[in-house]
């Protein structure tokens, strides 16, 4: 059974920083977690599900453009375990934030993790 696990979120000021994680479970999945590309999404109220950065197996990595500069995407994979450090947040990036692989399987999505911007 697959399972991504997302963690790190909270309220912040603009400006201030947060790092998320994503563990991956399930014995199966660790073994193919390091062969794929991986990436965080985003999903803010009333817009459609996006993707803000991703990440290959040998760890190139792509940003959507509002967030270069200010995130950066990160893999561990002897832990299983996809990182987003996330600097200068501004309130357009209060989201729930997701990890999946790029191009993402609809049965990866876990629950997310909050990320509240305040201005």
């Known amino acids: 059974q697959v399972q991504l696990v997302e963690s790190g979120g909270g309220l912040v000021q603009a400006g201030g920083s947060l790092r998320l994680s994503c563990a991956a479970s399930?014995?199966?999945?660790?073994?193919?977690?390091?062969?794929?590309?991986m990436g965080w999404y985003r999903q803010a109220p009333g817009k459609q599900r996006e993707l803000v950065a991703s990440i290959t197996s040998g760890g190139s990595a792509n940003y959507k453009d509002s967030v270069k500069g200010r995130f950066t995407i990160s893999r561990d994979n002897a832990k299983n375990t996809l990182y987003l450090q996330m600097n200068s947040l501004e309130p357009e990036d209060t989201a729930v934030y997701y990890c999946?692989?790029?191009?993402?399987?609809?049965?990866?999505w876990g629950q997310g993790t909050q990320v509240t911007v305040s201005p």
């Open positions: 399930g014995s199966i999945f660790r073994s193919i977690f390091i062969f794929h590309a």
């Open positions: 999946n692989a790029d191009p993402y399987f609809p049965a990866w």
